[in-house]
């Protein structure tokens, strides 16, 4: 990204933040509440309790972020098997869209009971979301790839595999990665419930720590904290794609 770009998108940042803080405090103001407390109380009570936050932010961010690798990796070879092997995709197809809609949530009971507290029901919880929206993403951008390309190459004497490696991987991977950045805010809602249902660790656990103390200052504290860890999840996928997969957006614009 240009310094320029930079410069605009931390401006954009910038504003859209200060207008978010001023519509909570007129917002706080008016309702006069313990419960919504003033954006300057919550913003004053983060960086008091800064250092309580910090460790329970790095366990959520952990979590996500292994959750994500792990239903990233498990999720594509599927999708691509699913999206260029006809006979796979007629069978295995059917399973995917019977299980995809499921809320993933219903199986938090389920994963106590065989993984106990800590992290590994998280982890496991997150992972499913991540990796059904991974296989349906990738095979659909599989499908989607021209098939004159695909012949070509076999007609060059290349293999499928090389194909799937060379030609379709490639360009399958810009979907993932908007799937996952659309799929951030579904894992932090997720990890905000399993932590707050049976966690010891992470800002979900701090946040409801916080309620039950009716600390509403620090318990904002916290969600502004999982939103700032929104953000930069959410900006690290950008910039992962803009470092790897600068190519995809030369390509759009020259086909424009």
């Not at 001023?22 to 250092?51: E, Y």
Request: hydrophobic share 60%; glycine share 8%; with cysteine.
């Amino acid at each position: 990204m240009k310094e320029s770009s930079v410069r605009r998108h931390a401006i954009g940042y910038a504003i859209a933040t200060i207008a978010v803080l001023v519509v909570w405090q007129l917002v706080a103001i008016a309702i006069h509440s313990p419960a919504l407390p003033t954006a300057t109380a919550a913003v004053r009570a983060l960086w008091t309790a800064r250092g309580a936050i910090a460790p329970q932010a790095l366990a959520s961010l952990g979590v996500i972020v292994s959750s994500m690798a792990i239903g990233m990796v498990t999720g594509l070879p599927l999708g691509l098997m699913l999206g260029r092997l006809p006979k796979f995709d007629r069978f295995l197809s059917p399973v995917v869209f019977l299980l995809y809609p499921i809320p993933k949530v219903v199986f938090v009971p389920v994963l106590l009971v065989l993984f106990g507290l800590g992290n590994a029901p998280k982890v496991v919880l997150i992972a499913l979301v991540v990796f059904f929206q991974t296989v349906i993403s990738t095979r659909d951008a599989a499908r989607r790839v021209n098939k004159d390309f695909v012949d070509a190459m076999l007609a060059l004497g290349m293999t499928k595999w090389q194909v799937i490696w060379y030609l379709i991987l490639p360009n399958t991977l810009p979907a993932v990665c908007t799937a996952v950045r659309i799929n951030i805010a579904t894992a932090i809602a997720i990890l905000f419930l399993a932590e707050s249902i049976a966690g010891s660790s992470g800002l979900g656990y701090y946040i409801v720590l916080m309620w039950g103390r009716f600390d509403f200052p620090s318990m904002f504290a916290g969600i502004v904290a999982l939103a700032i860890l929104g953000v930069l999840l959410y900006e690290g996928v950008g910039a992962v794609e803009r470092r790897w997969l600068r190519w995809a957006d030369q390509t759009s614009r020259a086909a424009e």
